[in-house]
């Protein structure tokens, strides 16, 4: 009988044509937020913001209750959760994130009118948060556990993936020196929510290596100067300054690598 109930939900929810809504890849269901508050009640949530660094409260749904009544206990078994925004912005998080760690998939900020936020990452830019915005139970935990990239906002799409399946064309040729192996860790820590290789990966920026590589047309130097401080190169970027993590000047040096050796290995 449950599953009865959710199916009619599931299946009535595209006639709301105005409310915010979640597409689920794998089969093509898509889930009305009043789907989602009949399946699971949603709760109110506080979180240390990491764009704007500090405290909020959002209504929210939890993510584990969500996919645990839409698909069982089968999405555990996946390696990955894929999540897409509206602008191009593609964020891969392990499942085993998820079972380690509380998360929401809010849809406004309690007793808030506006959904909003100002993301200092990238020059203060006024981001709306809708239809979804993923949040993590962070309060009291260390920041390294949550960067932002595991906060995707403007949430329309949901799929469950396997990393080499999804994204076959990021990956260096196994022959590749430890610098280029070291520097694909880092393009998938830091560059791949928004960037792209080869037409895999997010939307929201350039490619990096197709049709010409990065490396190609920018000077290391200057390249490194634009991934230490975009806005150093121009008051304008929107992209993010690389995150001051440990050994951060090598991993700059890595990544460089990594993107100099797919400057051989671009799509035919």
């Given at each position: 009988?449950?599953?009865?109930?959710?199916?009619?939900?599931?299946?009535?929810?595209?006639?709301?044509?105005?409310?915010?809504?979640?597409?689920?890849?794998?089969?093509?269901?898509?889930?009305t937020?009043?789907?989602?508050?009949?399946?699971?009640?949603?709760?109110?949530?506080?979180?240390?913001?990491?764009?704007?660094?500090?405290?909020?409260?959002?209504?929210?749904?939890?993510?584990?209750?969500?996919?645990?009544?839409?698909?069982?206990?089968?999405?555990q078994?996946?390696?990955?959760?894929?999540?897409?925004?509206?602008?191009?912005?593609?964020?891969?998080?392990p499942?085993?994130?998820?079972l380690?760690?509380?998360?929401f998939?809010?849809?406004?900020?309690?007793?808030?009118?506006?959904?909003?936020?100002?993301?200092?990452?990238?020059?203060?830019?006024?981001?709306?948060?809708?239809?979804?915005?993923?949040?993590?139970?962070?309060?009291?935990?260390?920041k390294?556990?949550?960067?932002?990239?595991?906060?995707?906002?403007?949430?329309?799409a949901?799929?469950?993936?396997t990393?080499?399946?999804?994204?076959?064309?990021?990956?260096?040729?196994?022959?590749?020196?430890?610098?280029?192996?070291r520097?694909?860790?880092?393009?998938?820590?830091?560059?791949?929510?928004c960037?792209?290789?080869?037409?895999?990966?997010?939307?929201?920026?350039?490619?990096?290596?197709?049709?010409?590589?990065?490396?190609?047309?920018?000077?290391?130097?200057?390249?490194?100067?634009?991934?230490r401080?975009?806005?150093?190169?121009?008051?304008?970027?929107?992209?993010?300054?690389?995150?001051?993590?440990?050994?951060?000047?090598?991993?700059?040096?890595?990544?460089?690598?990594?993107?100099?050796?797919?400057?051989?290995?671009?799509?035919?």
């Amino acid at each position: 009988m449950k599953k009865i109930i959710i199916l009619s939900l599931l299946l009535l929810a595209p006639q709301a044509q105005s409310e915010a809504e979640l597409s689920f890849k794998d089969n093509g269901m898509i889930v009305t937020l009043s789907a989602m508050k009949a399946i699971v009640p949603p709760t109110n949530v506080t979180v240390l913001e990491p764009h704007e660094q500090k405290l909020m409260q959002f209504s929210a749904i939890s993510v584990n209750a969500l996919f645990d009544h839409l698909f069982g206990k089968s999405w555990q078994k996946n390696e990955q959760v894929l999540f897409t925004a509206n602008d191009g912005y593609q964020s891969s998080i392990p499942v085993k994130t998820f079972l380690e760690h509380n998360s929401f998939l809010a849809y406004k900020k309690t007793n808030r009118t506006n959904f909003q936020i100002i993301n200092y990452l990238q020059n203060k830019e006024q981001a709306q948060l809708g239809p979804f915005y993923l949040i993590w139970d962070n309060i009291n935990k260390s920041k390294d556990l949550f960067p932002a990239s595991l906060w995707p906002y403007q949430i329309i799409a949901i799929e469950f993936v396997t990393f080499a399946e999804k994204f076959p064309k990021v990956s260096p040729p196994a022959s590749s020196d430890a610098p280029t192996k070291r520097g694909f860790v880092v393009f998938k820590n830091f560059c791949m929510n928004c960037h792209s290789i080869n037409g895999n990966g997010g939307k929201k920026m350039i490619d990096l290596n197709y049709p010409i590589n990065v490396t190609e047309y920018m000077k290391e130097e200057q390249l490194k100067k634009l991934i230490r401080n975009p806005i150093s190169v121009s008051p304008y970027r929107r992209m993010p300054a690389f995150p001051n993590v440990e050994n951060r000047e090598q991993q700059i040096d890595d990544l460089i690598a990594y993107l100099k050796t797919m400057a051989a290995h671009k799509l035919k």
